[in-house]
């Protein structure tokens, strides 16, 4: 245990690559319902989220992010299964365990807004948001977890109250926003927030979820401007524009609203998730990821951007072999090469 460095050590040398999106990429292989999106998989599959962990770990993920988001106490009631809450929990970060002893990769425990907070009842609010993250918490230290991450936070007031009750229990904190609106609900803009969370010791704060890299990448040129700790920065791979900033947002021409499961038009490929990873390094950020809709190809050219070779780079594309894109087109497939480059 004692020869694995720990979150704070591995940003101090350079940049940490994660990888979330579990709950999307679970949905779409048919284990976690939309709506709710419940993890109700690690109850009911968990061989499907161990899989999915080896898959980013192999793509060259540094962090087995647990799976307990949305797996919170009034998200459990919801689809009925408030007695099975820290089963979920303590098996999430089981799995996660277990993942990331493959590779030498961090533990981080998971939390998330947490729809209970408003800024208009602070007082009540506060004091359930502060139950369901110190009960989470707590089963996720219990479990052996090196850090926890808060994320998908629109309220500047649950950000601080995730970072108090991480510190409580001595963990780095890594605390990322995300919002709809282009400030967070109580009006507080994200470079701001970054900046006071940072100034009240959280470890790591930044950005995750929401917006794709396109609007993502401004902002974290700001919030590296008044930040001089640690910044992460975990966009959606969806082509976010000025006009439609958060994939929530997106939609084609005259169009409905794609998310959340009808986003794939605006699917970023490989390509450009390893372009952000590129962008994203040399703006200073140090925990460098993807979020919703993330898949393990977009990790693996990601950390091939920041220059690694993980183990599944072993199959990395090699387009020089295809028998008609690649260099040795047989002769007999010469008349067709038209239909293929054109
Ligand atoms: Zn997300």
């Given at each position: 245990?004692?020869?694995?460095?720990?979150?704070?050590?591995?940003?101090?040398?350079?940049?940490?690559?994660?990888?979330?999106?579990?709950?999307?990429?679970?949905?779409?292989?048919?284990?976690?319902?939309?709506?709710?999106?419940?993890?109700?998989?690690?109850?009911?599959?968990?061989?499907?989220v161990?899989?999915?962990?080896?898959?980013?770990?192999?793509?060259?993920?540094?962090?087995?992010?647990?799976?307990?988001?949305?797996?919170?106490?009034?998200?459990?009631?919801?689809?009925?299964?408030?007695?099975?809450?820290?089963?979920?929990?303590?098996r999430?970060?089981?799995?996660?365990?277990?993942?990331?002893?493959?590779?030498?990769?961090?533990?981080?425990?998971?939390?998330?807004?947490?729809?209970?907070?408003?800024h208009?009842?602070?007082?009540?609010?506060?004091?359930?948001?502060?139950?369901?993250?110190?009960?989470?918490?707590?089963?996720?230290?219990?479990?052996?977890?090196?850090?926890?991450?808060?994320?998908?936070?629109?309220?500047?007031?649950?950000?601080?109250?995730?970072?108090?009750?991480?510190?409580?229990?001595?963990?780095?904190?890594?605390?990322?926003?995300?919002?709809?609106?282009?400030?967070?609900?109580?009006?507080?803009?994200?470079?701001?927030?970054?900046?006071?969370?940072?100034?009240?010791?959280?470890?790591?704060?930044?950005?995750?979820?929401?917006?794709?890299?396109?609007?993502?990448?401004?902002?974290?040129?700001?919030?590296?401007?008044?930040?001089?700790?640690?910044?992460?920065?975990?966009?959606?791979?969806?082509?976010?524009?000025?006009?439609?900033?958060?994939?929530?947002?997106?939609?084609?021409?005259?169009?409905?609203?794609l998310?959340?499961?009808?986003?794939?038009?605006f699917?970023?490929?490989?390509?450009?998730?390893?372009?952000?990873?590129?962008?994203?390094?040399?703006?200073?950020?140090?925990y460098?990821?993807?979020?919703?809709?993330?898949?393990?190809?977009?990790?693996?050219?990601?950390?091939?951007?920041?220059?690694?070779?993980?183990?599944?780079?072993?199959?990395?594309?090699?387009?020089?072999?295809?028998?008609?894109?690649?260099?040795?087109?047989?002769?007999?497939?010469?008349?067709?090469?038209?239909?293929?480059?054109?």
């Amino acid at each position: 245990m004692a020869d694995k460095p720990g979150l704070l050590e591995r940003l101090a040398k350079g940049v940490v690559l994660g990888a979330e999106g579990y709950v999307f990429e679970l949905e779409r292989r048919g284990y976690i319902k939309a709506g709710p999106f419940v993890p109700e998989v690690v109850l009911d599959f968990p061989e499907a989220v161990d899989e999915l962990h080896r898959e980013f770990l192999r793509a060259g993920a540094e962090v087995m992010v647990a799976l307990t988001y949305y797996g919170d106490r009034e998200k459990l009631k919801t689809v009925g299964r408030e007695g099975e809450l820290e089963t979920l929990n303590r098996r999430a970060v089981k799995l996660a365990k277990k993942a990331a002893a493959e590779g030498n990769a961090l533990v981080a425990g998971d939390i998330c807004n947490t729809w209970v907070y408003d800024h208009n009842d602070k007082e009540a609010s506060s004091k359930k948001v502060r139950q369901i993250y110190t009960e989470q918490v707590s089963w996720a230290v219990d479990e052996g977890v090196d850090f926890i991450i808060a994320e998908t936070l629109d309220y500047f007031g649950e950000g601080m109250l995730a970072l108090e009750v991480i510190k409580s229990f001595g963990l780095p904190a890594m605390i990322t926003f995300a919002s709809v609106q282009d400030t967070l609900r109580e009006g507080i803009s994200h470079v701001e927030a970054c900046r006071l969370l940072a100034a009240e010791g959280a470890d790591v704060v930044g950005l995750n979820c929401s917006r794709g890299p396109g609007t993502m990448l401004p902002m974290l040129r700001e919030i590296r401007q008044v930040v001089s700790g640690y910044v992460a920065a975990q966009p959606v791979p969806y082509r976010t524009t000025p006009d439609q900033y958060a994939f929530q947002q997106l939609r084609e021409p005259g169009g409905e609203r794609l998310f959340p499961i009808a986003l794939e038009p605006f699917l970023c490929n490989r390509f450009e998730m390893a372009d952000f990873a590129r962008q994203a390094e040399e703006i200073g950020v140090n925990y460098i990821g993807i979020c919703c809709g993330g898949a393990p190809h977009h990790v693996r050219a990601m950390a091939e951007a920041l220059g690694r070779t993980p183990s599944a780079s072993r199959y990395s594309p090699e387009l020089s072999l295809h028998p008609m894109i690649g260099k040795h087109v047989h002769e007999k497939d010469e008349e067709f090469l038209g239909h293929w480059k054109d």
